[in-house]
């Protein structure tokens, strides 16, 4: 399910960071005031991920309850209920504090932005229009991957 696009309450944050990385639009809000929750979530067509019950599914309002306050719970719990994946070019394509889509970044010029090791074998970067944090495929990738692969 790629085309999917999140909001998640604010007691969920770490999972909304991970949804980010793994390229989803994440959006992170209050619960409350319920009614701006609902607004926004109508008019940006988001599915709501929450473990705040106050929270009311509707005709128009999707809500995924969390069972868990565990993280790997939680990602596997989506993972069975919304069929999420992790696709090449779409992991890492986002800036996972900003929500932005991240865009390439020319080599040369992040000589001294990044620990020499990485400048050196690293060959592709991005960089947050927003924010200006800069990533780099390899590691993160793999990190997800590796906890995505483990909850199986
Ligand atoms: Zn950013």
Known sequence: MRDVQFLVTEECARLARWLRLMGYDTALAAAHPLPALYQRVYQESRVVVTRNHRVKAGRLIRVVYLE???????????????????????AFSRCDRCNVVVEPADKASMKDQVPP?????QQAFHACPSCHRIYWAATHCDRIRTRLETLT
């Open 68 to 90: 868990s306050e565990m993280l790997a719970e939680q990602l596997r719990q989506l993972r069975r209920d919304l069929q999420l994946t992790v696709e090449d070019g779409q």
């Open 117 to 121: 090791y990485v400048f050196q074998t």
